[in-house]
Nanobody, 116 residues
Framework: QVQLVESGGGLVQPGGSLRLSCAAS????????MGWYRQAPGNQRDLVAA???????NYADSVKGRFTISRDNAKNTVYLQMNSLKPEDTAVYYC??????????WGQGTQVTVSS
């Protein structure tokens, strides 16, 4: 049973930084994508960033140049470094893991609030 546990959310002022972490357990395969979605109240869940096993990355246009995704394959952990945060980045951030045979697994979500 794959489980994802997120940490690192919180309240930060505009222009500040946060680092999210997501640790996966119960993995029995080696090739998978991990990443982050976010969902603000009243909005759909949108992709923020993703990273493949070999380090290929993909970012939403709204976060390019401000957010950096990375992963530690030995620890089955993905990170999201968020800099220059804006109020519009406020959302619940969900970690996900995609394996081609079984689809997406999701974390429970962590709240990020950017406000002065």
């Amino acid at each position: 049973q794959v489980q994802l546990v997120e940490s690192g959310g919180g309240l930060v002022q505009p222009g500040g930084s946060l680092r999210l972490s997501c640790a996966a357990s119960g993995i029995t395969f080696t090739i998978y994508t991990m990443g982050w979605y976010r969902q603000a109240p009243g909005n759909q869940r949108d992709l923020v960033a993703a990273i493949t096993t070999t380090g290929g990355t993909n970012y939403a246009d709204s976060v390019k140049g401000r957010f950096t995704i990375s992963r530690d394959n030995a620890k089955n952990t993905v990170y999201l470094q968020m800099n220059s945060l804006k109020p519009e980045d406020t959302a619940v951030y969900y970690c996900y893991l995609y394996y081609f045979r079984t689809g997406n697994y999701w974390g429970q979500g962590t709240q990020v609030t950017v406000s002065s």
